[in-house]
């Protein structure tokens, strides 16, 4: 379903047709394209002939050289007088042979920025599109180039392809809400087990404070149990070192 047609032009009269590009054209035509890049390659820096640029780019592309292909593109578009539409449809395809689809989206946007009737491109960046999983722009664009193109052999290939992408959509959409869905509850249950573990830090400190007061209290009670017995005692000596003891409970002889 793939549009995959590399568009050629025919040289306008307004511009000399070198020995370079007759030879380089002729060439490409036989389907030489090995042949014909020298011609072409002198022709496009003669410069006096912007079909070459075309001729050369897909002659490259042929020898699935698609780097060159694509440079030859980028250097016509820098040229006023060049097909710069047909160009840049060519440049898209290259790119999506590549597999490089989002640089293939680019080069058919620009070739339907050159000419907004212009079907062929919209239908392959349709293609890149899905192929890049950008499911709602390429239907989008398969929509739009039916309306361009409303008698388009592939009309009934595209609208199934529509479905498809609208049941895809459908899944997407679905899969988003399971997925948010799921992130809500991890967040509930890591919201749960950090203020599970932050009670039984609190907890924890808790118990360690109660335990802490218990022996402050504990300590104190001794410390008053010890004062209250020192307080009930009475002293019956002091103690005058070597000599003994001197007792204070004697009568006294003096009258």
Known sequence: MISFVFLLIFAPLSFAQSANFLKGEDLFRQNKPKEAIPFLNEAVREKNNPQAFIYLAL????????????AVC?????????????LAYNAGNIAFSQGDYDEAEKWYSIAIAADEKYASPVLNRANARLRAGK????KA??????ELFPDNPQKEQITKIIGLIDDEIVI???QAVNAEQ????????IQAENARIEAARLAEE????????????RKAKLLEDVASSLNGS???NMSAGAEGTVGYGYESELE
């Open 135 to 138: 499911y709602g722009e390429s």
């Open 74 to 86: 980028n250097e016509g578009m820098n040229l006023p007088e060049t097909n710069q539409k047909i």
């Open 206 to 217: 808790k118990r360690l404070a109660d335990e802490k007061a218990a022996e402050e209290a």
């Open 234 to 236: 009475s002293t019956e």
């Open 59 to 70: 002659s490259y592309y042929q020898l699935r050289e698609y780097d060159k292909a694509l």
């Open 182 to 189: 799921l992130l809500q509850a991890e967040n509930a249950r």
């Open 141 to 146: 664009d398969y929509i739009l180039y039916m």
């Open 172 to 174: 997407q959409q679905q």
